[in-house]
């Protein structure tokens, strides 16, 4: 099959860390009998010094027009003054907006071989952590109307929550096909004892789950979730929630695997078109050093060929090769404990696309 992927490498460790997944991923095409053909955009810091912008109307159709987009990230301490309007991450909000990427995927997945990473007991990470989050990445209180008037003698602010029914729909439609993939187990997370947008989130999966009988369904408030993450995370299979709640669970939920650099994500639209990126900023700080984690970004593009491509087989093959390579005890910086293998970014994509 071949498919075309744009390429955004971005800022600081970016580049790095996307060339070690592009070499993992030749290997799966020459394995598997793939042709996939890769163009570069520019985003982010790099973009602004090239172009006066954080990505150009080009950029943005590239993309639009390929099967898929691979991200490193955007950012660094060069842009942080410039005009507002022109900060990276305006292109990854811009990128997510033009092609529609409402579903935001995030697996937390603690490899065992890892397990000492995580900052939670032995005891309560000792079977593992295998989560997933469904965040709705287009609605809510981020994109609702907000304000800041003086109300009788005082400022007063407010921010808007606004979902429709079929924005709960179709990232709850996302979240019950994904469950059906793994072990079929849903927690759907809101606030329904306060806010009318959570009832109505709730009636909407209620609905859904008539649909998906196979599926164990159940409501869990996300100050409850919040707590279980931490006292039991092996509960989970997938969470769903609207989107600022999405972005606090997801940051809590990173950080039971110890590690950023390992972390995946993709945020997917309607049809198969996604973006694919670890969850890391561009770590200003090891940038240029070949010390960078690159298994996030490799994982990500494991997902890449799961929910884009329809490739489960050469998904299994990356995320298997980078379960043998901790195994063999490859580590990088972030990762490393003592009697380890310490390897820098380039060596540990060798590794990995050694197994392949
Ligand atoms: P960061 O994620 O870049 O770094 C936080 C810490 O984690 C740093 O110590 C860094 O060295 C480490 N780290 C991150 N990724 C790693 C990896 N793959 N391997 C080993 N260590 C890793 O967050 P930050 O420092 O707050 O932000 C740096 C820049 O990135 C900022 O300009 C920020 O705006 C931007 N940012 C971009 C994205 C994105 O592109 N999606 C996301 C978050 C932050």
């Not at 990427?101 to 990470?125: E, G, M, W, Y």
């Not at 109307?145 to 005082?154: I, L, P, Y």
């Not at 990762?335 to 540990?348: L, N, R, S, T």
């Amino acid at each position: 099959m071949k498919k075309n992927i744009t390429v955004l490498k971005g800022d600081g460790i970016g580049p790095e860390i996307v060339n070690e997944a592009i070499k993992v991923l030749d290997k799966v095409s020459e394995k598997f009998g793939h042709e996939f053909v890769y163009t570069d955009v520019l985003i982010g810091g790099c973009s602004i010094d090239a172009n006066g912008v954080p990505i150009t109307d080009e950029g943005i159709e590239k993309c639009k027009s390929s099967d898929s987009v691979l991200l490193g990230a955007v950012g660094g301490p060069k842009w942080d003054s410039v005009d507002p309007s022109i900060r990276p991450e305006k292109a990854l909000l811009r990128v997510r907006k033009e092609l529609g990427l409402f579903a935001n995927l995030r697996p937390t997945r603690l490899f065992p071989q890892l397990a000492d990473a995580s900052p939670l007991k032995a005891s309560i990470v000792e079977n593992g952590i295998d989560l997933l989050i469904v965040r709705e990445l287009t609605g809510g209180i981020y994109f609702g109307k907000r304000s800041t008037a003086e109300v009788d003698g005082e400022l007063v602010a407010t921010d808007e929550m606004l979902y429709s029914y079929h924005e709960i729909e179709r990232i709850g439609r996302v979240a019950f096909e994904t469950a059906m993939k793994r072990n079929k187990r849903i927690a759907s997370v809101d606030k329904a004892n306060v806010l009318d947008s959570s009832r109505l989130w709730r009636k909407v999966m209620h609905k859904l789950s008539e649909e998906y009988p196979e599926v164990a369904y159940t409501d869990v408030l996300v100050d409850n979730t919040a707590m279980q993450l931490i006292k039991n995370p092996g509960q989970f299979d997938v969470i769903v929630t609207e989107n600022m709640f999405g972005d606090i669970l997801s940051d809590e939920a990173s950080m039971l695997t110890g590690s950023i650099g390992m972390m995946p994500s993709a945020s997917l639209s309607d049809g198969t078109l996604g973006m694919y990126e670890p969850i890391h900023g561009s770590a200003p700080d090891i940038a240029g050093m070949d010390v960078a984690n690159p298994l996030g970004t490799i994982l990500s593009a494991a997902m890449m060929l799961r929910y884009s491509f329809d490739m489960p087989k050469e998904a299994d093959a990356i995320e298997n090769a980078v379960n043998e390579v901790l195994n063999a005890g490859y580590r990088t910086g972030d990762i490393m404990k003592e009697g380890m293998k310490k390897v820098g970014c380039k060596e540990m994509g060798d590794a990995v696309a050694a197994v392949i």
